[in-house]
């Protein structure tokens, strides 16, 4: 591997001798063997060559005028890489003292005139190997040492007694030690409770191994670290490499996914999955005391308004100062939740009278009136109250919150800043999701949907190499409705399986049917839902598409997005290696907006990275705008993987797409989304020009 990287070249031979004659005889006989020469005719100036050509080996005189051929082999041996370059000395004497002498002052072998010249045939070969071997060995270990010294993992070389032989510098910077202050100690003294301290005498076969460890620094704080052990031998002693990474990021973000999965990040109040669990509770207790209890439904007026005015930092400091004021209207045993944005619930436990639902209401209503100041703006807001009584208006928690819901899009009708009770009048909003799924779920048989494509062109040449499969809904009656009007629709209700399921046979189909109107081949990209993803027989649907369209596998290219990936790995992993198996490409969309381990990502067997549109967007030629841009795309190429660029729409973003060697781009600028036989006009026209 090590031969490909570093160049060749011929061997060079340096020939030192006062006879003009002896070095034309040298000359030639080194040339036809192959070998690049240099003359010298005395000591003096074979030291001034060999200090600017560095030949592979020296042929020197023993005597010579001036500096003899054993003084000139000395002071060679002072010159950098003198040491390491053989030097054959060439002699008619053969006595001992000189033949000592010669190798006391550093020559690698002699040889003895008249010359022998297939002796020194072999003694040249011999010697040349062994010098490239050494130089090539050099290379090598210099090529891994920078690898090591720059990679971003701590590596640590151990011995059978764990004792520390080598750290590189990012181990330095993950403990603080310098190597000089660590190397010769016991692992331990890093990571203390490391249960295999005491068994690397025991155990020289310990298997390669990877557990999560707790590291210790030279400041005594802790981290939490990745650790991969393997083993290697040198002359049949038995060492240990561990690879280290700081986790305490991953850690931290793992606790916050904990933490928010019951409350919200920006107030610290219950979200809704904890406050579902709380009114299901109190169903139950509300149930066998004979109480009532009531949700309420809250949305702030104009918040929108004051968000984009003002900024969200601001906006954000309201919501903080509005939970405040909720938690400060009620008692001890309510709940106040966030579900998000601008909306909040409150449950009220142990009613016992619907006056108090009003008392309590109009008192948040007057404690929200009260102006605040907010980064030295008076703010006036004012909010919308819906409430849905238990069991009234609904016996589980998901009726009491969409009906608590519906009454206060009711008191937003009614002009804001009032609260509403649910009544069953009030049920349009709930009717017309019921109708809106009732017509998605007959959108299929109806064949409603369609298939459009918008093409994906090769960023040096700008020409179209693939497409992506976007679905659009005709209503007879409604019209084309946008995506992100039924997309989380048909995710919610788990229609978006079956509805996937024909854009991949639609797209196949379709892209088959191109190729066989003769138009080049394309790859055509289809989007899997999180919910197609989790399917355990997603290869097997996937296999019998491309069987009954006959599109070959190679021509399909599969996209999740990074969160989907990521969140369930050995799924993820199990999925992308049996669809890859059958030829099937796959990429990963929106890279960049989710969190995810790079060496997570580079374990998947994928072909693509999509460059999210929100990175693309703000390409606009100013350096600190477009600065998350490159760095994404960076990153992308660091995983040595092929790289598109969504949402391109200016040729400012183009250019600089193709300085920062982005593979295919994607997006207006090309080509919006078009139906099947626009598209097909459509290359078909790119292909002419041409």
């Not at 190499?465 to 995710?491: D, S, T």
Request: charged letters at 25%.
């Amino acid at each position: 591997m090590i031969e490909k990287i570093f160049e060749k070249r011929k061997s060079v031979i340096l020939v030192v001798d006062d006879s003009k004659l002896m070095r034309a005889t040298f000359r030639q006989f080194l040339k036809n063997e192959g070998y690049d020469v240099i003359e010298a005719k005395n000591g003096i100036e074979a030291l001034y060559i060999f200090k600017e050509i560095k030949p592979d080996i020296v042929l020197m005189d023993f005597v010579m005028p001036g500096i003899d051929g054993v003084n000139a082999c000395a002071q060679l041996q002072k010159l950098p890489d003198g040491k390491n370059t053989p030097v054959i000395m060439i002699t008619s004497l053969e006595d001992e003292n000189s033949v000592n002498l010669a190798f006391e002052a550093g020559a690698t072998d002699y040889i003895s005139k008249p010359i022998n010249w297939a002796v020194l045939r072999q003694r040249l070969k011999r010697l040349l190997h062994a010098r490239h071997m050494e130089i090539t060995l050099n290379q090598s270990e210099a090529f891994a040492r920078s690898i090591i010294d720059h990679a971003n993992e701590g590596i640590i070389t151990i011995d059978i007694d764990g004792i520390i032989k080598y750290i590189n510098p990012a181990t330095e910077q993950i403990f603080g030690y310098l190597s000089s202050e660590i190397i010769g100690k016991n692992i331990c003294v890093l990571i203390p409770n490391f249960n295999y301290c005491d068994n690397f005498n025991n155990n020289a076969k310990l298997m390669d191994m990877n557990k999560e460890i707790i590291g210790h620094r030279k400041d005594h704080s802790t981290l939490p670290i990745d650790l991969t052990i393997s083993k290697f031998y040198v002359e049949e002693k038995c060492f240990f490499t561990l690879m280290l990474r700081d986790i305490t990021e991953r850690k931290q973000y793992e606790e916050m996914i904990k933490y928010q999965a019951f409350y919200d990040s920006l107030t610290d109040l219950p979200n809704r999955l904890l406050l579902k669990e709380r009114i299901t509770f109190e169903i139950s207790h509300a149930k066998h005391t004979n109480q009532k209890l009531a949700v309420m439904y809250l949305d702030l007026d104009r918040f929108k308004l004051i968000n984009d005015t003002l900024g969200h930092d601001t906006g954000d400091k309201l919501l903080k100062e509005i939970a405040g004021r909720l938690k400060s209207c009620i008692g001890e045993d309510d709940t106040v939740a966030r579900l998000g944005g601008d909306e909040f619930v409150i449950l009220l436990q142990g009613i016992k009278h619907e006056e108090k639902v009003a008392k309590i209401a109009n008192k948040i209503l007057e404690g929200i009136r009260q102006p605040l100041i907010i980064d030295n703006h008076e703010l006036y807001i004012t909010i919308s109250i819906g409430v849905a009584i238990y069991p009234d208006d609904g016996e589980d928690d998901e009726t009491l919150l969409t009906n608590a819901d519906v009454a206060m899009y009711r008191a937003k009708e009614k002009g804001k800043n009032n609260f509403q009770l649910y009544t069953s009048s009030l049920n349009d909003k709930a009717l017309e999701r019921l109708a809106l799924e009732n017509s998605l779920r007959r959108a299929l048989e109806y064949k409603e949907f369609v298939v459009y494509y918008q093409p994906k062109v090769n960023t040096k040449t700008e020409k179209i190499i693939g497409m992506e499969a976007l679905i659009r809904w005709q209503h007879p009656k409604w019209g084309l409705v946008p995506p992100q009007k039924f997309i989380p629709l048909a995710e919610e209700t788990g229609l978006i399986v079956p509805i996937g399921e024909w854009v991949l046979r639609t797209a196949c189909a379709q892209n088959k049917a191109l190729q066989n109107a003769g138009l080049p081949p394309l790859t055509v990209a289809v989007n899997l839902s999180a919910r197609q993803f989790e399917l355990q027989d997603l290869t097997k649907m996937v296999s019998k598409i491309l069987e009954e369209t006959g599109l070959e596998p190679k021509y399909l290219e599969l996209e999740i997005t990074e969160s989907i990936a990521m969140k369930n790995i050995e799924h993820t992993l199990k999925m992308i290696n049996e669809l890859k198996d059958m030829g099937v490409k796959f990429s990963i969309d929106d890279f960049g907006t989710g969190y995810s381990s790079l060496s997570q990502l580079n374990s998947f067997a994928i072909n693509k990275l999509k460059i999210d549109k929100s990175f693309v967007s703000k390409i606009d030629g100013k350096k600190g705008n477009s600065i998350i841009a490159s760095t994404v795309l960076a990153l992308g190429k660091s995983l040595e993987l092929g790289v598109v660029a969504e949402g391109v729409e200016t040729k400012e973003q183009v250019e600089f797409l193709k300085q920062n060697d982005c593979d295919e781009m994607q997006g207006y600028f090309f080509g919006k989304p078009m139906s099947n036989e626009d598209f097909e006009k459509f290359y078909y026209n790119k292909l002419k020009e041409s």
